[in-house]
Nanobody, 122 residues
Framework: VQLQASGGGLVQTGGSLRLSCVHS??????TGWFRQAPGRDRDFVAS????????HYADSVKGRFTISKDIAKNTVYLQMNSLKPEDTAVYFC??????????????????WGQGTLVTVSS
């Protein structure tokens, strides 16, 4: 499966963006969103099971970000509200292949998309 992320852009503090992650075909693995700021490790943001259930979030985005899935469109969304400058990063989506449910470890994921840049200005 190939994943393609899109929807990034420049937004002011407090603004919103919606990212999309299109899968090339239907899968039965969880999908995760990660982000990587310059000079930093790739960090877990959110994940969702193949059927759109069981959303899981990093503490830093709880209450602000919402992950969802449109099964018919093979697309996972990340709605980001109340954005902060510290949310600035390249956002990636990926498919979980290893580890238990709720894994937040990048090595447990593959089929990484190319990333989409989110910049939040102060």
């Amino acid at each position: 499966v190939q994943l393609q992320a899109s929807g990034g852009g420049l937004v002011q503090t407090g603004g919103s963006l919606r990212l999309s992650c299109v899968h090339s075909r239907r899968t039965f693995d969880p999908t995760g969103w990660f982000r990587q700021a310059p000079g930093r490790d790739r960090d877990f943001v959110a994940s969702i099971s193949w059927n759109g259930a069981n959303p899981h979030y990093a503490d830093s985005v709880k209450g602000r970000f919402t992950i969802s899935k449109d099964i018919a469109k093979n697309t996972v969304y990340l709605q980001m509200n109340s954005l902060k400058p510290e949310d600035t990063a390249v956002y990636f989506c990926a498919q979980q292949r290893r580890g238990g449910w709720g894994s937040t470890s990048p090595p447990d994921f593959d089929s990484w998309g190319q990333g989409t840049l989110v910049t939040v200005s102060s």
